[in-house]
Nanobody, 127 residues
Framework: QVHVEESGGGLVQFGGSLRLSCAAT????????MAWFRQAPGKEREFVSA?????????YADSVRGRFTISSADTKNTVVYLQMRSLRADDTAVYYC???????????????????WGQGTQVTVSS
């Protein structure tokens, strides 16, 4: 069973920066596709960003493009980062890291296709 764990959340002021980390404990033959999702109070979970198994393709939600950057620390994507800049109040949410081994670009933004999930880390942006 793959264990996924996030870290790096916290309280930050409006316009500030924060970096989230995600680690998958099990090293596999195939690289993971790793993604970040978030859920704000009273809202549905939404896709934030993904780093694909091919080692170079990234996806962003329109709401974070240009402010957030996803990166990987290794070729199997067992550790990924989400650098968040110019944070706004509407970025406040619990951020979840998710991983999957399936290699498809078609459903990268669909949370239901991810097999492994972390517990989440709270990000709060104060005004």
């Amino acid at each position: 069973q793959v264990h996924v764990e996030e870290s790096g959340g916290g309280l930050v002021q409006f316009g500030g920066s924060l970096r989230l980390s995600c680690a998958a404990t099990e090293h596999t033959f195939s690289p993971y596709t790793m993604a970040w999702f978030r859920q704000a109070p009273g809202k549905e979970r939404e896709f934030v960003s993904a780093f694909l198994w091919d080692g170079r393709t990234v996806y962003y939600a329109d709401s974070v493009r240009g402010r957030f950057t996803i990166s990987s620390a290794d070729t199997k994507n067992t550790v990924v980062y989400l650098q968040m800049r110019s944070l706004r109040a509407d970025d406040t949410a619990v951020y979840y890291c998710a991983a999957k081994l399936a290699q498809s670009r078609r459903d990268v933004r669909e949370g239901s296709t991810y097999e492994f999930w972390g517990q989440g880390t709270q990000v709060t942006v104060s005004s």
